[in-house]
T-cell receptor
Framework: TQLLEQSPQFLSIQEGENLTVYCNSS?????LQWYRQEPGEGPVLLVT?????EVKKLKRLTFQFGDARKDSSLHITAAQPGDTGLYLC??????????FGTGTRLQVTL | KAGVTQTPRYLIKTRGQQVTLSCSPI?????VSWYQQTPGQGLQFLFE???????NKGNFPGRFSGRQFSNSRSEMNVSTLELGDSALYLC?????????????FGPGTRLTVL
């Protein structure tokens, strides 16, 4: 079974602060995605990374895929209340099965 | 293009009953996956259907079943409901042939079992 552990589980910060969320596994993934889920809604795809060492930027969000394709990070610069939500990483591994991470719940306050 | 739709959005059932949830994927998407989301267990994969056939299955008991119709719409059924089945059930569609298994989720059905 491929597991994806996210840390931290919970994060409460003030507007303007920076933060990093980690997604770690002992398994190799062919690709890894990040989703954000807001209360009462389904997860929304933010980005997909596929190459070891790849870095992608989406406005204030920076996503990195580890060199060995076993881990990933999401860095948010100058967080805003609109960034509040549950962040989920998800990796595609053997048999093209998608495994979701344990989730990081982010709260950004004014 | 319309997104993934799920009906109903909310359901309240009692133990022992059964329930059927419905999902309509994005037009052109032929793969539909179902997930269960709970605070304790997170997002867990139930099963995936493609061309009316179950392609992958997660580790859930046989009380959980699903099917897909020729128009790609899907239903999942839970029989003999237990309190622990209370969860958000999410459906996601995927365009087979896209490279990276990217999932497009619906808003979910919130099931409460009393």
């Amino acid at each position: 079974t491929q597991l994806l552990e996210q840390s931290p589980q919970f994060l409460s910060i003030q507007e303007g602060e920076n933060l990093t969320v980690y997604c770690n596994s002992s398994s190799v993934f062919s690709s890894l995605q990040w989703y954000r889920q807001e209360p009462g809604e389904g997860p929304v795809l933010l980005v997909t990374v596929v190459t070891g060492g790849e870095v992608k930027k989406l406005k204030r969000l920076t996503f990195q895929f580890g060199d060995a394709r076993k881990d990933s990070s999401l860095h948010i610069t100058a967080a805003q209340p609109g960034d509040t939500g549950l962040y989920l990483c998800a990796g595609t591994g053997t048999a093209s099965k998608l495994t979701f991470g344990t989730g990081t719940r982010l709260q950004v306050t004014l | 293009k319309a997104g993934v739709t799920q009906t109903p959005r909310y359901l309240i059932k009692t133990r022992g009953q059964q329930v059927t949830l419905s999902c309509s994927p994005i037009s052109g998407h032929r793969s539909v996956s179902w997930y269960q989301q709970t605070p304790g267990q997170g997002l867990q994969f139930l099963f995936e259907y493609f061309s009316e056939t179950q392609r992958n299955k997660g580790n859930f008991p046989g009380r959980f079943s699903g099917r897909q119709f020729s128009n790609s719409r899907s239903e999942m059924n839970v029989s003999t409901l237990e309190l622990g089945d209370s969860a958000l059930y999410l459906c996601a569609s995927n365009m087979i042939g896209s490279s990276y298994n990217e999932q497009f989720f619906g808003p979910g059905t919130r099931l409460t079992v009393l």
